[in-house]
């Protein structure tokens, strides 16, 4: 049986890399990004379809305590059709009294023991991640590229980076020290001090619908290097990925000779929720929660006595003052708002445009030719079949088509005008799948109620601003107020560009500035991009940060006089 | 005039220093501890004597906005008159206003430059410590050498640390990136990343009456170096000490050329008190605070949409099951009973003793000779005025007289015993001091009513324990439920040592073991000694480790690519 000493040195060399990413910030990851066949073969992407067909229409298994009957009930975006799964209905009670019996063991282990069993959990997350990609279809709607990486590598990167940053905060407190001090009359005083590092207690960990667990895993990581255990807590619809994942880190544990219940899933409906009894729990010392600022900012309020770290969403604005390379921004900014139907909480939503046009590399452009463009370069993704599946892929909830239809008809009351009209469109595998092309709509920048939040839904409001100092005021006030994660800016001026990055730092937001094509222009970069400022109402913590990791553990210190005899 | 990167080299060494300091928990400081002629010459404590003496009944003159009226009425403990100063009444809101403009150039400066101001103010105090001592004994009731200390050098080493901690949670975050991934069609995609630290907000430092600047200074730093000015509340009896500090300090700033709106203070009176319009004003961010487990845990729930870190009091126990050398036991726990008249947040106060008494080196002892012994060695210190003088000082609030009468007429009640009377003592310079030897008192395990909870005057509580295990238990579960800063185990038995470390690891609470005579048991080290755990009722924060500045900035990030045809 490997041990957690063994697992340590087996991972040593992915920590000493993982943590100088972080301090480099350079691109790193020691996971396979990619499911092409071309790196993996074509057994294992099939093995992992077959395997997530296996699980679809029966009970799923997961031995864990405190069962007391069975929940769950998903949809399928693509089918539309229930997955027929059903889970663990789980007595909060039980399974916060079996994590806190799981800590005691957990809390005698050395960071590097901590590091290593978690590294071992992070690789067979990794191994799971054809199946999970499978699961994450089917629950968020996310196509299936997005999915490999969003439930697999991309997002076990950021695991491993809240693992450095919690490594990190731990190894700076040692673990013994001598101390020795004259006092008069006393003399030269030694004391022998040791300092031990103590977790706060259980962790409720609330996974979102959409990427059900790329903030599930830094939130997991993050707790269990640092003593905590994990109550994970699935999106109603978005169970299946992580009970896949708690599963397999349960056996790893168990592998290791340690208690399973350091990590425990709490499935439940949306009919018959159970977050708010583990969040108000007596026992729920930590709340690591990704949704809707709605709820986000609730748990904020009302959870207060419990350390709460929150990543929920904003409405990511984008001011166009002018475009360097005219063909490449439009590329951009039409994948961003088609990129998985504009369901990510970095995809951009509000265009603030200036009314008199803006400048190209080849002259200025009108209000009216830039959204003619980035109109055409979204048109022609969502009217290709195959294009569209791959990036704009399903929507989630039925919800978002609510918005759609919302948004269209107070648009035209609100004196704006729809540009493009959303439709659905035919995904290729799955007739039944529910898709919407995005909807891009002119509003003038009075109708803030309209888009002055988020709209979870492929909507895309282009504002007509006076000009491009108010589109930046107007920006970065809303980023501030209402806020945002991922802001954007297009120009090729210098000064404007300065301006605009002191009035994002005032606003507490950060900014993407001439994002082109080449890349999606919201990735965000384990190791290198701050996810989340913590400044504007878009969240209160960043993934990941020292700020992350460094609370979730105290200090407790022993000391005792050296005898006056010992030798020093 | 000095520059902020001139001070940075003028101090960079002791900063070096302070950081090793931290990472190996050894004594170090760069101030002088003692106030003794013998090191300073006679010149520098006449005039610091003098400079006292030139405030003493007449108005502090502090420049500093939104001044609309004078506050202040404090008593000396040492004479039970007032000192007739009266200081600036603010206005709340134009302090803010203030805080917040002052914060727009600071927020420019590297940590380098912040630690250099911050260590120039820092130097600045010592140099104030002789005058400041004063200050310190007339409104804290403190001895002049822990005046001099514990407003001087031992409190500006605690504020070192939390510069240091700050200063490398900042340098954590590096300035810039050159990050870069292959997106297959995309190609390499290079970005150039840059990171800004920005601070959350004003912060308001609310000091307690007893020891004025010992939290202070690590508040005041651990803000200036992440970002965030601080409005600092004294006291209503310990305003001048404040005033001293604050003064000075805006005078470094604003020879280093800065806006000394960076340190501003509010002062008032208990009659006119203006705390909870401080910590309730909109832009209050942060909240520091020393004093009292009530309000402590006021501000922890009424004002939790802020930052709030407090140190407040608990009961702290000592359990005794033997001593290894009874006359060092015995001498160390006089001392730290009697020391400051048990007004600190680490004297020990509830003594759990095996009734049927405890090893010693030379044979058993009973718990009557324990308390014996004890009270004799008490007795001794509180017979004779000048040994009295300078370890008990006098009693800062005579409502701490209202608390020995209440345990005194209490303790019968409850079927206990007296085993030493409180009484004022003649102070030998101060004739109408105010003062009172400990009141030590056996009381029967039940009587948790008496002391459960911290009684903050110099009574000593002998508790009758049926045995050393149930000894153990109560001690740390009073710790655990009610708090506990400092406590003390006396064992010579190396089992239950280990037991005792477990058990008070499970509690929260940082132990002292086998203390004895030749160092205050109590004495906090900066650098070495972690203060409060943050685990039970006695505070949430720790002066000083990474979480007590990690989150007091966050980061905002920009990211732009590097133009294809650009060198890498």
Redesign the interface.
């Known amino acids: 049986m490997a041990t957690p000493a063994s697992l340590y040195e087996r991972h040593r060399d992915h920590l000493g890399a993982a943590l100088d990413a972080c301090?480099?910030?350079?691109?790193w990851s020691p996971f396979r990004e990619?499911p092409s066949s071309k790196i993996h073969g074509e057994e294992k992407p099939a093995e992992g379809k077959a395997r997530f067909d296996a699980l679809l229409g029966k009970p799923f298994e997961l031995d864990q305590p405190g069962t007391i009957g069975r929940t769950g009930h998903e949809i399928s975006p693509y089918t539309q059709k229930p997955l027929g799964i059903d889970y663990p209905k789980s007595d909060p009670g039980a399974l916060f009294a079996a994590a806190k019996t799981a800590t005691r063991s957990w809390s005698r282990l050395t960071p590097e023991e901590r590091a290593g069993i978690c590294f071992e959990i992070a690789f067979a997350m990794e191994e799971q991640a054809f199946a999970n990609a499978h699961a994450t279809m089917h629950t968020a709607g996310q196509a299936y590229l997005m999915a490999f990486s969003g439930s697999g590598p991309n997002a076990l990167d950021r695991g491993i980076e809240a693992l450095a940053y919690a490594y990190?905060?731990l190894k700076?407190?040692?673990g013994q020290?001598?101390?020795?001090?004259n006092?008069?009359r006393?003399?030269d005083?030694r004391l022998n001090?040791t300092?031990?590092t103590?977790g706060?207690g259980v962790a409720v960990v609330v996974c979102c619908a959409t990427f059900p667990m790329w903030n599930a895993y830094p939130a997991i990581f993050a707790n269990l290097m640092t003593g905590n255990p994990a109550i994970v807590k699935p999106h109603p619809n978005g169970i299946l990925p992580v009970a896949m994942a708690v599963k397999r880190m349960r056996d790893v544990l168990t592998e290791t000779g340690l208690d399973p219940n350091m990590v425990l899933m709490a499935a439940d409906t949306r009919e018959a929720p159970v977050t708010i009894d583990l969040l108000k729990h007596p026992d729920c010392a930590i709340i690591d929660y990704t949704g809707s600022q709605r709820f986000g900012r609730w748990i904020?309020?009302n959870c207060?006595?419990r350390l709460v770290y929150t990543e929920t969403a904003g409405c990511n604005g984008v001011v166009i003052d002018g475009f360097?390379d005219t063909g490449g921004a439009i590329a951009g900014l039409a994948n961003g708002l088609c990129g998985f139907s504009a369901q990510m909480c970095t995809s951009p939503q509000n265009l603030h445009i200036p009314e008199a046009g803006i400048s190209g590399p080849d002259g200025d452009l009108s209000f009216d030719e830039v959204a003619t463009q980035l109109v055409e370069a979204i048109r022609s993704r969502g009217s290709n079949p195959k294009v569209a599946a791959g990036l704009c892929a399903a929507i989630q909830a039925e919800e978002s088509l609510r918005h759609i239809e919302r948004v269209r008809e107070a648009v035209t009351r609100a004196g704006g005008r729809i540009w493009l009209d959303s439709h659905p469109y035919d995904y290729p595998d799955f007739p039944d799948a529910r898709t919407a092309t995005p909807l891009v709509v002119e509003v003038p920048a009075e109708a803030i109620d309209l888009y002055g939040e988020e709209v979870f839904a492929p909507v895309c409001f282009l504002i007509r601003e006076p000009d491009r100092d108010t589109a930046l005021e107007r920006a970065a006030h809303l980023a501030a107020t209402r806020g945002a994660i991922s802001s954007y800016l297009y120009s090729a001026d210098p000064d404007f560009?300065d301006r605009a990055?002191d009035a994002?730092?005032d606003a507490?937001?950060?900014?993407?500035?001439?994002?082109?094509?080449?890349?999606?222009i919201n990735f965000a970069?384990a190791y290198?991009?701050?996810h989340v400022?913590?400044?504007n109402p878009a969240g209160n913590a960043?993934l990941a940060?020292?700020?992350f990791v460094?609370?979730r553990f105290?200090?407790?210190?022993?000391?005792?006089?050296v005898?006056a005899g010992d030798a020093a």
Chains 1, 2 share one sequence.
């Open positions: 301090a480099t910030r350079r691109q990619s990190k905060a700076d407190v040692p020290a001598q101390w020795e001090k006092f008069g006393g003399g005083v001090k300092y031990r103590r706060r904020e309020e207060a006595d360097r560009i990055q994002f730092t507490g937001a950060s900014l993407w500035i001439n994002m082109d094509g080449r890349m999606p970069a290198s991009d701050y400022t913590g400044l960043c940060d020292l700020a460094a609370n105290r200090i407790v210190q022993f000391r005792e006089p005898p």
